[in-house]
């Protein structure tokens, strides 16, 4: 599908509400570089998560006359000035393809079930609810929208918002941007994997608090230095072929495989940070103390636990569910000290977004 197919031109006139609940995701294969109007350098492909997400209600109604605001948004019932320019920049990306947006008003509300000072990205669930709820409007005007479509556009929308929220709208492991490894791919939505070993329907992510402050430097400022790297090309070329090799391991439930690939996406990731120019590191000195404990905990039993980063300095640890307890006392008597005010979250895999009925 093209761009073009997702524009939507008819008019009509409603007034309601909408509300959607989405939830983070984990990439394994990470999407670092983007192009145009937020299209991915590599494709990339994530665990989708169960606990940590966002809720997002929208009001709509069509705009009085000569009313000049298009929204107005709360967070946590108050006003939060970063996020309105955010918003404000959605809404004028997605008004060629909902045109609902041209014509009416909408008081938002959103809440996150996870703190926001935990460092968490949180943009992917932001925008993902905030795009399903603007397709319910749509589908509002045209009743005869397939699931599928609503699907398909809710994350188009949604990766005009943030790149990664286009892998959100379902789950539980969703793939975005153009591969090799699948045909049905495309850098204009994720899509749903639907080859994976009943193994990784099991699996936890427990997310590691390791610093609490908002990040120094954006996933914006990020992947706009990519454009600069003198290691970049070898990277989009490193994630290719480490999506064909993570088909294989998700089909077969290859375990060892998983966590070599995924702890060095996790690496080339931060090494991409490391060597933009200028150069900047996310990660903190315990990050680096829990990633030498998981190594050693891993040589000493037999738990196929690895770990993964997103950019910032929190760890998140994949493992499956039968190792949960093992896990947790790990947790507790060896990374709970390298955690902020010991905060950990866990979370597991997630099968998507639910709308919430009023
Ligand atoms: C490191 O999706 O936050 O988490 O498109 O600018 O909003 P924007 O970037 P964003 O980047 C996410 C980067 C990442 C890797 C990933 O989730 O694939």
Redo the contacts with the bound molecule.
Sequence with gaps: MFSEDFIFKRVKLVSGFSSWESPS???L????G?FDE?LPKNP?I?FTLSNCKTITKIKYRPKKENEEQDFSFLFNGTEMKSFHEKISQFIKRISQYISAVNYHFFDIESHNTFPHSSGI?S??SA?SSLALCFMEIEKKIDSKISKAYFLKKASFLARL?????S?SIEGPIVYWGDSQAYKNSSSLYGVALKEISPIFNTYRDTILIIDGNEKKVS??K??QLMNSNPYAENRFNQANKNMKILQEILKKGDLKGFIEIVELEALS?HAMMMTSSPSFILLHPNTLFVINEVYEYRKNTSVPICFTL??GANIHLLYPNQYFKKVQLFISERLLKYCHLKQFINDSIGFGSKKIQL
């Design positions: 995701n984990i990439a294969i990470k999407y670092w983007k937020q990339s994530s990205a943009s992917a925008m918002g943030s790149g990664s929220a892998r996933s914006s990020g992947h990731l997103d950019a």
